[in-house]
Nanobody, 128 residues
Framework: QVQLVESGGGLVQAGGSLRLSCAASGRTFSNYAMGWFRQAPGKEREFVAA?????????YYADSVKGRFTISRDNAKNTVYLQMNSLKPEDTAVYYC????????????????????WGQGTQVTVSS
């Protein structure tokens, strides 16, 4: 089992920044790909970003956040972060942290169904 706890959400004005954190416990953190997803009211959960700690530690982003959001992970602290800059009202959603075992191939990291462990979510609201 992997337990995930997100923090850092809140209310911010458009153009502002927030940093989300996700603390993991229970298994070897470095063996898991870590992802961030978000879900706005009435919409499906969508991929935001993912990071792995093998094969050079690659990161992956949705086109909608590329250049504005940065995912990073600190394996020593068992924590993954999502730095969100230049926030827009359309970024408003509940943000979820998720973990997928390292056998997950890269194309599957974009799919919510590939992740076996999820946090409870943290609300991000961007006002215009």
């Amino acid at each position: 089992q992997v337990q995930l706890v997100e923090s850092g959400g809140g209310l911010v004005q458009a153009g502002g920044s927030l940093r989300l954190s996700c603390a993991a416990s229970g298994r070897t953190f470095s063996n898991y790909a870590m992802g961030w997803f978000r879900q706005a009211p009435g919409k499906e959960r969508e991929f935001v970003a993912a990071a792995i700690s093998w094969s050079g530690g690659n990161t992956y982003y949705a086109d909608s956040v590329k250049g504005r959001f940065t995912i990073s992970r600190d394996n020593a602290k068992n924590t993954v972060y999502l730095q969100m800059n230049s926030l827009k009202p359309e970024d408003t959603a509940v943000y979820y942290c998720a973990a997928a075992f390292r056998t997950t191939i890269t194309p599957m990291l974009y799919r919510a169904g590939s992740y076996g462990y999820w946090g409870q979510g943290t609300q991000v609201t961007v006002s215009s």
